[in-house]
């Protein structure tokens, strides 16, 4: 409000309004600090709201979680010290179930190229999903059963990908339309259940199918009752298709594919 002052001048009263120096402004103004695309805890900072609380600018966030999910926070929540604890609720969530012990805790554990750095709210046929942070910086996600039955080659398919690269790479030896190290291949195929390669146990026909594959074409060997019957085609068939190759080019060794 303006101060009124009466002044005299010739006998004659006057009236002025002179500004109150001392009253607050009208409107403060609010400095927003930029923030944007910087992270606290599992939270990105997005954009500024025209929000306030306690006279700090609101910001919405996304959550780093499977969820992805939307929180708004101001910035003085998001410039404390114990801003690396935000999350969208999901960490606290699980933290309460596993130390409930309803949720097995593989926390830090190293399966492979893999450590498992938190549980999260997705589920897989029912299984808990952790987030696991790969050897080369990746993020993947995996349930515990896929952790623990997996082998020392797991990651987050960057290795499975050096792998091809590395055999793309790699020389092999073709000749006349055959490879000498796949005819050569003692190991068998995680796929395999009689244990016998190119013999597998055929479900329409209730018997055991022998195959041999060869020039890029498969070959059928015939429906066996035993499997030793099927072992023993396969074999001839080896002998046949195989042998004279790997003789000749490949330094005796006989073994099918």
């Given amino acids: ?17 002179v500004p109150n120096v001392l009253a607050p402004p009208k409107h403060k103004k609010t400095y927003i600090f930029n923030l944007k695309n910087q992270t606290f805890g599992l939270l990105t900072a997005l954009a500024p709201t025209n929000e306030r609380k306690h006279g700090s600018v609101v910001w919405k ?4 979680c499977v969820n992805k999910s ?10 404390r010290t114990t801003a690396h604890n935000l ?27 893999l450590t498992a750095l938190r549980p999260t709210n997705k589920r ?18 995996r349930s515990v059963g896929n ?27 073709l000749v006349d339309g055959t490879c000498i190290e796949k005819i050569s291949n003692q190991t068998l195929l995680t796929t395999n259940t009689s244990g016998i390669r190119g013999v597998h146990w055929d479900r329409n026909a209730n018997k055991w199918r022998a195959i041999i594959y060869f020039r890029g074409k498969q070959i059928h060997l015939g429906l066996f009752n035993d499997i030793e ?3 023993k085609a396969r074999k001839a068939a ?15 060794r006989v073994v099918g594919v």
């Fill in 238 to 252: 080896e002998d046949l298709y195989f042998k004279p190759v790997i003789e000749r080019y490949g330094g005796g």
């Fill in 1 to 17: 409000m303006p101060t009124t002052l009466t002044t005299k001048h010739n006998n004659t009263s006057e009236v002025l309004n």
């Fill in 229 to 231: 019957d099927a072992a």
């Fill in 124 to 141: 897989t046929s029912g299984a808990v999903m952790w987030e696991c942070k790969c050897k080369c910086g990746n993020l993947t996600y």
């Fill in 87 to 113: 999350h969208c609720g999901c960490k606290e969530e699980e933290t309460v179930k596993l130390e409930a012990g309803v949720i097995a805790n593989i926390t830090n554990q190293t399966f492979g190229y």
């Fill in 61 to 64: 966030c996304i959550c780093n």
């Fill in 147 to 173: 952790l623990k039955t997996g082998n020392e080659n797991q990651s987050c398919g960057c290795l499975l990908s050096s792998i091809s690269k590395q055999a793309s790479q790699k020389k092999l030896n």
């Fill in 70 to 79: 939307i929180v708004y926070c101001s910035a003085e929540q998001l410039k």
